[in-house]
């Protein structure tokens, strides 16, 4: 993360998101960021979509100049996340993503949540196809805690965040995994806001489905060439007793597949991830609107 930084403000909430392609999604998700409590800033950094986002974006920040400022930039998530929080002026970033819907008090649950610590994570809820929302995700375990709260409902305080180097954007998926649990080696205790409630919507066919199992198996494989083997760290009998559907295996097997096709492709090659987080960077296409 490079240290030049707008300067913080105490009272500022940052809300920063990363999008790609969702049309169908984003004017739900900033009609249900503009009514959270202010005051409040939200930063969102589109990767160069090729539907009708950005277009979604201008508008909605016509009509709320200096509350909604939009950036285009490529660069896997992580990276987006990090130049998003680099835009950012609040103490805190909160962190959600383009296909969710906040509840109406998210923002203030996750807030009170830093009385306790400097990494709250909130509830995330799957809505839509019920066969795939009704599943859980696979827990993974660092010094007692789950380290594996998803970024979509995620903040940082920017102190911290910064100091960690931020999301690794060398990371396909798990960047979040990898940064929450960067921040319990650093002694951070992860303040889990039950209350703090995001709506995340499921994939919509089974290909899509097995696809995200698939690369949540890739960046799992990932984990272990940074942190190490990581098997130690799963609650077999945990994840057993929540995973018992067919549907659930067979997404078990889609991450297997994403798991061992990491570990054959870079065998023996300089493409594995060394324990070293170099900062991410970005192109910067358009200037806020």
């Not at 909430?13 to 169908?24: D, H, P, Y």
Request: hydrophobic residues 35%; proline residues 3%.
């Amino acid at each position: 993360m490079p240290t030049a930084r707008p300067p913080e403000n105490e009272s500022l909430s940052s809300i920063v998101i990363t999008v790609r392609n969702e049309e169908a999604h984003l004017e739900h998700l900033l009609e249900s960021l503009l009514g959270q409590e202010p005051p409040l800033e939200i930063v969102l950094v589109d990767a160069f979509s090729n539907d009708k986002t950005w277009e979604i974006a201008q508008e909605f920040a016509k009509s709320h100049p200096g509350v909604l400022r939009i950036y285009q930039a490529q660069g896997r998530r992580g990276a987006g996340r990090n130049f998003g929080v680099k835009k950012a002026r609040g103490r805190r970033v909160y962190f959600i993503d383009g296909d969710c819907v906040a509840d109406s008090h998210w923002l203030t649950s996750l807030k009170e949540g830093f009385q306790e610590g400097s990494v709250v994570a909130g509830k995330t809820l799957t809505i839509g196809v019920p066969k795939y929302a009704t599943l859980e995700r696979v827990e993974l375990f660092h010094r007692g805690m789950d380290v594996t709260f998803p970024s979509c409902n995620l903040a940082y305080d920017r102190e911290l965040f910064e100091r960690l180097s931020g999301f690794d954007g060398r990371f396909e998926t798990a960047e979040d995994i990898d940064l929450n649990l960067r921040a319990v080696s650093h002694g951070a205790k992860i303040v889990y806001r039950p209350e703090a409630v995001v709506y995340h919507n499921s994939r919509t066919s089974i290909f899509r489905f097995l696809l995200q199992a698939f690369w949540n198996g890739y960046g799992r494989k990932q984990l272990t060439e940074k942190h190490g083997q990581m098997w130690s760290q799963y609650r077999y009998r945990r994840m057993l007793e929540t995973q018992r559907s067919a549907l659930a295996y067979v997404r078990l097997l889609a991450a297997l597949a994403g798991y061992f096709t990491r570990l054959i492709t870079t065998a023996g090659t300089q493409g594995r991830i060394a324990q070293e987080s170099p900062a991410s960077s970005v192109t910067l296409k358009a200037t806020k609107s």
